[in-house]
Each structure stands twice: as structure tokens, then as C-alpha cells.
């Protein structure tokens, strides 16, 4: 990380939106929370964040239509 490594200011991502088939308690998810992307320094405790609990293959599409045509 930039920040920590090379010692660089670098902005926090502006928003986090994360599409899983599966809630962590199930024990299928194995990337990070979006809490740990705080402690990390990728987000702020500011910083928007979603969770999507639904298949990528139906939601995907619908957002990506929704940003698109605004």
C-alpha cells in the first residue's frame, strides 16, 4: 500500500459496493469485509459502503444499467 510502503499520501476510495451470493457467518466468503478495508486504509469510517447479498449474475447488470444512464 502506498501509503504505508512508500510513505505517499493517498486518498481513501470514495464509496465501496460489494455483490456476495453468501453472508460471511456461512463461512464462504473469503475476501475482506468492508470493515477491514478501513483498518487497512483503502476506506475512511466515512466512506459509503454497501453489501449486496444476491447473485452477481442478476445484480451486476441491473446496477450497471443504473449508473450508466445517469
Known amino acids: 500500500m502506498l501509503n504505508y510502503d512508500l510513505k505517499e499520501k493517498v486518498k481513501h476510495w470514495a464509496y465501496f459496493c ?34 449486496i447479498e444476491s447473485d452477481a449474475t442478476i445484480v451486476a447488470p441491473l446496477l450497471f444499467s443504473y449508473v450508466l444512464e445517469r
Open 18 to 51: 460489494q455483490i456476495s451470493d453468501s453472508i460471511t457467518s456461512f463461512g464462504s466468503y473469503s475476501g475482506a469485509a468492508p470493515n477491514e478495508k478501513i483498518s487497512w486504509g483503502k476506506l475512511s469510517a466515512d466512506t459509503p459502503r454497501y453489501v
